[in-house]
């Protein structure tokens, strides 16, 4: 289903994006991952499987965005499937109304270059390079369950701008034979979660009674990014245990 695909996952060097990665690779595609620190996406690399490439890339840095697409193409030798994974939490809460009040210029850009703007010009220029080639491929947004909840600040806005993005440009290029999808993920057992390996899965504020996992996650990337999912374009797969359900 993926045997001899080419995949590029941004944020690759843990968490979701890492098991995605390793999902994939297991999958036969062949991964370039990235991400801003060179030893980490080293190891990261090393345990995900052999011959898996990685490039440094701040996202945030939205100049360089069509040259590192042709680079990770380059690398591998062709490009079949983007997964946009790479993101940013706000450093305050955005549920806490005096750090609400508190945030700062520098602080709702920070978020909002890297969840809205890379994820934008990711898109844009993946469709470019696929069109340019004739390649009928797949890209994946990995937004949140924040999008679809009232917004307070900039993770939450980032991400309803993500879905939306999401929806529109896989009803906008579906005809191109570009698959465009989104998982949201509601809350995953990861340390942006402030969960850490050895504590519990149980989580009470979930109706199926614990964390998702990164592993689930992936599958169902996989099965998103694989020809048996083409009719699905334009969605946003919510997959939270009916967290987000009211």
Request: proline share 2%; charged share 25%; with cysteine.
């Amino acid at each position: 289903m993926l045997r001899g695909k080419y995949a590029l996952i941004t944020g690759g060097s843990r968490g979701i994006g890492f098991a995605i990665a390793k999902e994939l690779y297991e999958n036969g595609c062949s991964v370039v991952i990235t991400g801003r620190k060179e030893e980490t996406l080293r190891l990261a690399a090393e345990k995900i499987g052999k011959n898996v490439k990685y490039l440094v890339w701040d996202m945030a840095d939205l100049s360089i965005c069509e040259k590192k697409i042709n680079e990770a193409a380059e690398m591998m030798g062709g490009l079949d499937i983007i997964v946009n994974n790479a993101g940013l939490f706000a450093k305050r809460s955005e549920w806490s109304t005096d750090e609400l009040l508190e945030t700062t210029i520098e602080e709702w850009r920070s978020v909002m270059e890297v969840n809205l703007d890379a994820l934008f010009f990711s898109m844009k220029c993946g469709v470019n390079y696929m069109l340019e080639h004739g390649i009928k491929g797949n890209i994946l947004n990995v937004t949140s369950v924040a999008g679809y909840e009232p917004g307070y600040g900039a993770y939450g806005a980032s991400k309803t701008a993500a879905n939306n993005l999401t929806r529109g440009w896989g009803k906008k290029f579906a005809p191109m034979g570009i698959v465009i999808n989104g998982i949201a993920p509601g809350p995953i057992a990861t340390e942006m979660n402030n969960w850490h390996e050895g504590d519990s899965m149980e989580n009470e504020r979930i109706p199926y009674g614990r964390y998702g996992t990164i592993e689930e996650i992936a599958k169902l990337a996989k099965y998103l990014l694989s020809e048996d999912a083409c009719m699905i374009c334009g969605e946003v797969v919510t997959i939270d245990g009916a967290y987000s359900i009211r």
